[in-house]
């Protein structure tokens, strides 16, 4: 048995869903005998120290969003030399910044939507790529702030004046067609699913997080050349960024000209959401793996060597 820290909550926007997460997963963690700790994680960091004392032997790091995922709380905890589960320092901010991890993914070869980093004081300033695009923060996660500009859509310029989430957005090439993920663990790419919201014309939070809110099918009934590509996406660019333990990349699949379509990654998440509708434990499942199997294997994996 296993003393293990479990950190959720922070103050980022996805406050809410972390808190979830480490929930279910100190939930997951007693049933394999673990001594747990729940932290409800601040910005004081002399109660974090405190809360940490005695030291645990692991940390499961259920932290969501800025300073949970952004390699600010993995920093800490090297600092610490407590071992802790999901990515380290470089490649948690490298992408948790959007721009960043694009500039590193295409290093690689992989494939990505047409998009330009644009100042605040220019959103406004008229469309900086053809309709429809979308616009998204440089560094939030959960689709928080995520706006589909589209073809006569009037609203947008006004929108853009009061532009919240930073100095800057990234503006992208909107890419039609499906809403795909890939779950790795450690060196292996797990499985591809297919995300339909039920109620939105995109992923956004409330499908994501709410019951009902979107169908998982699993696995991805794409073209299984399509369904081959997807894998070696998600496992590329977990390599690319060098995370470590459990990462989903997000992509779209462009079949609107028939299949096999056009992948296209959007973005990685080092530390995805372990609630009950989480995309993740989902593909794990269908791959033999169940939740507090999953959960204690990132424990075991854990450590504190970015």
């Known amino acids: 048995m296993s003393r293990v820290a479990v950190l959720k909550g922070g103050w980022s926007v996805e406050r809410a869903v972390s808190l979830v997460s480490g929930r279910e997963c100190a939930k997951a963690l007693r049933a394999l005998g673990h001594e747990v700790i729940e932290i409800d994680v601040t910005r004081d960091l002399a109660a974090l120290a405190a809360a940490l004392t005695p030291r645990p032997d692991a940390i499961f790091n259920a932290l969501h969003g800025k300073g949970g995922e952004d390699g600010t709380i993995q920093g800490v905890l090297e600092l610490l030399r407590i071992p802790y589960t999901h990515s380290g320092v470089i490649a ?175 973005e990685l998440n080092t530390q995805p959401g372990m609630t009950p509708t989480s995309l993740v434990p989902d593909i794990a499942r269908h791959a033999g793996i169940d939740f507090t199997t999953l959960v204690g294997w990132m424990v075991e994996n854990a450590s504190c060597d970015s």
């Open 92 to 266: 948690s901010a490298l992408a948790m910044h959007k721009p960043s991890a694009k500039a590193v993914f295409a290093a690689a070869g992989l494939p990505l939507a047409e998009s330009r980093v644009v100042p605040r004081s220019e959103l406004a300033g008229g469309d900086v790529l053809p309709r429809p695009f979308v616009v998204k923060p440089l560094d939030e996660g959960s689709s928080v702030g995520v706006r589909i500009v589209r073809p006569g859509d009037n609203r947008w310029m006004e929108e853009a004046r009061h532009w919240q989430f930073g100095d800057a957005a990234l503006v992208e090439a909107y890419v039609p067609g499906r809403e795909i993920t890939v779950a790795v663990m450690g060196e292996r790419a797990l499985g591809v699913l297919e995300i339909r919201p039920r109620n939105a014309e995109m992923y956004d939070y409330d499908a994501k997080y709410a019951p009902g809110g979107s169908d998982h099918l699993m696995p991805a009934p794409i073209h299984p050349a399509a369904y081959d590509e997807a894998l070696s996406i998600g496992l590329s660019a977990h390599r690319a960024l060098h995370c470590r333990g459990v990462s989903r990349s997000d992509l779209r699949y462009d079949d609107t000209g028939g299949e096999p379509g056009r992948m296209v990654l959007l």
